[in-house]
């Protein structure tokens, strides 16, 4: 039963993961820097719940605001600034992170690491008797982190390639506040049970995948120019 758990909780993310990786073909990124980020994102976990216990103690709100404060603070700002603080303080300056695909798929692995842990906290230790928890943790929580993780990396990397000091300081703030607006909007939609907007929340989810492949598409575009002019410098 616990194996069979364990292997509901990680499959998401041994799929994701492979995903990006194989999405990053023109100049991966070295297994070993994707494992410590990996491994960064997961430990992430433990001063987010140090952060979280205290402000859901310091929550004096009701109803839908005491939602809110839950989805957008005590979630979406902790978890998605300690995921950014993973790359920041482990690759940002990294001479691997040399194209602007790299912060994407750096931040959707500090995301996988957090993401699997706390499936693994819901799926074995909390709800262990509900299959349907993993299911749909599987088809929605997990890749949500990584579509959040996609638009952090997104703008990350966007900071760091351009020398333009209002734009860098612009960018480096919207890859933070876009994750935690689109984190806490999903949380918000879930937590809240609004039916006119649980109505919206199928066409939500479906737009955080259409800017998220696009996003990557774009970056993906321009490492396969840089990598083709690399090699035309190489073979001259």
Known sequence: MFTRLVIIAITPTIALGTAMYLIDRYEREPPTLLLKVFFLGALSVIPVAIIQRFLIGIDVFTGLISIAYTAFIIAGLTEEYFKRAVVMYSLYNNKNYNEKLDGI???????????????????????????????????????????FGVTMGYYLSKAKYTDDSYKKRRYFTKSLTIPVIFHGIFNFILMSQIPLLMFFFIPFVIYLWIINVRRINEYSILSKENNKIIKEDRDE
Not at 105 to 130: D, K, Q, W
Not at 138 to 143: A, D, E, F, K, Y
């Open 105 to 147: 798929v750096y931040c959707v692995f500090s995301a996988l690491g957090f993401a699997t842990v706390e499936n693994i906290m819901y799926v074995v230790f909390r709800f262990p008797e509900n299959y349907h928890v993993g299911l749909m943790r599987g088809l929605l929580s997990v890749p949500a982190h990584v579509l």
